[in-house]
């Protein structure tokens, strides 16, 4: 919301300065977003008058002018505008001013061999428009040496401020001038309407054609005026538009703009000549269409409400008018239109045809009903003013509705709810100034919001009035409550888990995603869902139909989308909740990620080196462990089994177990799986639940030191066990470290080989055993004792035997 500094005034009778408004509408919650002082930016450019205008001794196209700025001797500048000349008036510029459109700062020079000691400036040079044939022509009466801002009216600073959806009062100046009046800046002008005096019957009708469905329209209302003279509308209310960022089209146009700034009441006008008998407020109907004021044709539907004529649709209601209807300089009788709308119905129109404008902006979040009929006043009261004419009487359809309600209002709530301390006397008086009407005796008051206060319909509301204009400064400074001990945590276990889990996957380069909760039924079958407890009763849309069982198929779904429009090494992963069952137990928070094409954690696509590879389980895996790590679980003690699910492929996947609970899964995706979903491969992919990772075991009280290394050196043993195939590497490493954990600290596979010397159903698997002492060196009968405790635990646990 946009309004000059000026224009507030005309609504506010306050000595206060510019700073001490800006700060005051912040505080009453109408946050200042921007002021644009192009007063304060134009100082430096002041009006000169133009002594004499000489041929340049050098060039054709140039003058060498003597300027005067009502100080000091005149001003040699050498100009190339072709309107220079002697007894102009026009706007000077002395050497080390900065120009506004260029950002370029002026310098005594020479020009072909004649010195310039400042500059006559352009509209285009000065920010103002894109005019530059010549320079600009001031008024013949503007003092010289003056301010050449303030000799255009440009020294009225512009506030833009950000208005929230529940204040539509404050859509309008006279709404902000009464919030500041309220908080002690100054004192509102209220200014009566007066009724306009009908002196012939309006030519014309309107009717309200619901037929069994809701009204859309509560109340319209309109008024003609004949004999006017439309076209470009005053200096002063062009002057208004422009400084807020509207382009002056016409008197008629104008003055409703002027009035949906200035007092939150959107009008539109229709040309008499142009409506064809009576108007017919209405829903639209299947295929009706409506060339708009914007130039654009909008196809209309059944929901959506149209002011209509003999011949068709004329009008969008609330929103936009008709481009056939409209106003121009041929225009003579007018009809003044003043409605009120639903906001729903206004919203939804809007969003449907993506039409933004200035009615639909304030319709939608609710006006003033009380002031429909005086907006319709007021705006015959311009016109006249403007265009002349005379008027006909008032033409209602509908009625105003009723929105007077009570609210019984303890005084005791304002401090019981903010803990600000306020007498009787200073709530009561906010609440009057701000409109409020407030009857009864303490403790407990009547009050009866305004109209244009729709928003309020509650005690806490009352107390957000009384505490946002006496000012959040005045709300004392509580401490917590303590009890003795630390205080608790914001963040569960649950939530810490999942920050950070994302803060692990985003480093690895996957991107979040954020996809629907609901998947198809066929889909919600592939990954282990699709029960009908989890089906949608009144699903958003035929293929959103089931709660998710895995967030997979979204990101399959995302990633695929990436891949269609061009980017086939998608990276992606999603938090959130999935859904094995309708009770709450059932309901899990997980964590998911995919990788697509050669998208690994190294880098994609191609490079010098030559291309990265395809994307495989082992990438999955990698990105589940930094997860689980960070999400604090046990990693070292996982155990890792091939009994991914189905929709995994089965030689390429693996669970990760604490014990019997499986706590993620990876590997990659199913063909058949892909197919179903229309995804192209390869893909690989993880699931990880955050819910089953377990707390951290509590620290030990006693004090370890932060790096505890053995003095002695650590030996290492190759062995190479020849086992069943079927027999995982995973097994003989666990049974390796299981010997001694004292003495072994580490256990890996380097090696697998199945071939000649090794039987069909055998393989052989070689892994290196770290021992480390801590008391002292090992001798070669100790270190030769552990070997052979190595290698008969893992024989008798998986099989084995050693490799010749």
Known sequence: MKFTLSWLKEHLDTPASLDEILERLTLVGLEVEGVEDKGKALAPFVVGEVLTAEKHPNADKLRVCTVSIGAGDPIQVVCGAPNARAGLKTVFAAPGTVIPATGTELKIGKIRDVESRGMLCSAREMGLSEEHDGILELPADAPVGAPFADVLGLGDPVIEIAVTPNRADCLGISGIARDLAAAGLGTLKTRDV????GVFPAPLGVRLDFGDTPSLCPAFGLRVVRGVKNGPSPDWLQAKLRAVGLRPINALVDITNLLTLDRDRPLHVFDLKKVSGDLVVRRAKAGESLLALDGRTYTLDETMCVIADDKGVESLAGIMGGEESGCDEATTDV?????????????????????????????ERGIDPAFMLPGLELAT???????GGEPSELVVAGSVPDTTRTIDFPFAEVKRLSGLEASEEEMRG????????????????QVVPPSWRGDVDGK??????VVRILGLARVPLT????DGGGRKPVLTALQLRTRKARRALAARGLVEAVTWSFVPSDEAKLFGGGAPELALANPIAADLSDMRPSLLPGLLRAAQANADRGYGDAALFEVG??????????????????????????????FWQGAAGAVDAFDAKADALALLAAAGAPVANLQVSADAPGWYHPGRSGSFRLGPNVIGVFGELHPSVLEALDVSGPVAAFEIILDKVPEPKAKATKVKPPLDLSPFQPVKRDFAFV???????????RTALGVDKKLVTGASVFDVYQGPGIADDKKSVAVEVVLQPRERTLTDAEIEAVAGRIVADVAKKTGATLRG
Not at 723 to 733: N, Q, T, Y
């Open 335 to 363: 009809v003044i239109e003043s409605a009120l709308w639903e906001p729903i119905n206004i919203a939804q129109t809007g969003r449907k045809l993506s039409i933004n404008s200035d009615a639909r902006f304030r319709f």
């Open 479 to 482: 401490e917590f409550p303590r």
């Open 430 to 445: 906010v609440l009057t100034r701000l409109g409020f009407a407030v009857s009864g005796a303490a403790p407990v008051v």
């Open 460 to 465: 806490a509301d009352l107390v957000e009035e």
């Open 577 to 606: 909740q999935v859904f094995a069952g309708d009770k709450p137990e059932d309901q899990r928070m997980a964590a998911s990620g995919v990788r697509r094409g050669t998208a690994k954690p190294n880098g994609s696509g191609r």
């Open 723 to 733: 086992v069943d195939r079927a027999v995982p590497a995973a097994d003989i490493l």
């Open 194 to 197: 007066t009724p306009v005096a």
């Open 381 to 387: 009261h311009l016109v006249m003013d403007l265009c």
